[in-house]
């Protein structure tokens, strides 16, 4: 069964640090991973996706990497701004359409 | 564009009552889902569509029923809800296979 981890739950920076997000996941044979940003009360959007075929994505200040071999996928966000503020998603496709696996997030505060 | 609409967006019902939630998308968008969110245990599938006129079991079906009678349309039915039910239910779609999901704003369901 697919597991997806992330860490921490939880991160607080000050404006201006460039920061990274991990996402973990124990069963290899993903066929995409997609990243998303939430903020309270609110639906998820979408902020990267990643084919399996790829190393990487970028959009923006984000960069989002993937490393198959090892389960990991990271979100680099530069320059961050309080309003980065929110909780972010990964997600994981893997075995088919009902085998969407999400972390339970990391929510992040940046700090005037 | 609306992208993908939730009806109602908060619903207090009473344990055996029944609900219908709808989920529209304008994007022409073949895969629709239905999920639920809950704290600590990140999103979880309910039950999917890959087409008009299919539907099929996710995750955490039991209790819940779907219909796919419209391309644009995805419902989802509580036949007589439980507290065990209190969430917030997410909709979302994708066009092609493997492609990135859309995320509705979220129906905030209490189940009394």
């Known amino acids: 069964k697919q597991e997806v981890t992330q860490i921490p739950a939880a991160l607080s920076v000050p404006e201006g640090e460039n920061l990274v997000l991990n996402c973990s996941f124990t069963d290899s044979a993903i066929y995409n991973l997609q990243w998303f940003r939430q903020d309270p009360g609110k639906g998820l959007t979408s902020l990267l996706l990643?084919?399996?075929?790829?190393r990487e994505q970028t959009s923006g200040r984000l960069n989002a990497s993937l490393d198959k071999s090892s389960g990991r996928s990271t979100l680099y966000i530069a320059a961050s701004q309080p309003g980065d503020s929110a909780t972010y998603l990964c997600?994981?496709?893997?075995?088919?359409?009902?085998?969407?696996?999400f972390g339970t997030g990391t929510k992040l505060q940046v700090i005037p | 564009n609306a992208g993908v609409t939730q009806t109602p967006k908060f619903r207090v019902l009473k344990t055996g009552q029944s609900m219908t939630l709808l989920c529209a998308q304008d994007?022409?968008?073949?895969?629709m889902y239905w999920y639920r969110q809950d704290p600590g245990m990140g999103l979880r599938l309910i039950h999917y569509?890959?087409?008009?006129?299919?539907?099929a079991k996710g995750e955490v079906p039991d209790g819940y029923n779907v219909s796919r009678l419209k391309k644009q349309n995805f419902l989802l039915g509580l036949e007589s809800a439980a507290p065990s039910q209190t969430s917030v239910y997410f909709c979302?779609?994708?066009?092609?296979?493997?492609?990135?999901?859309?995320f509705g704003p979220g129906t905030r369901l209490t189940v009394l």
């Open positions: 994007m022409n968008h073949e895969y």
């Open positions: 979302a779609s994708h066009a092609r296979e493997w492609n990135e999901q859309f």
């Open positions: 997600a994981v496709l893997s075995g088919g359409y009902q085998k969407v696996t």
């Open positions: 990643i084919q399996s075929s790829q």
């Open positions: 569509s890959v087409g008009e006129g299919t539907t």
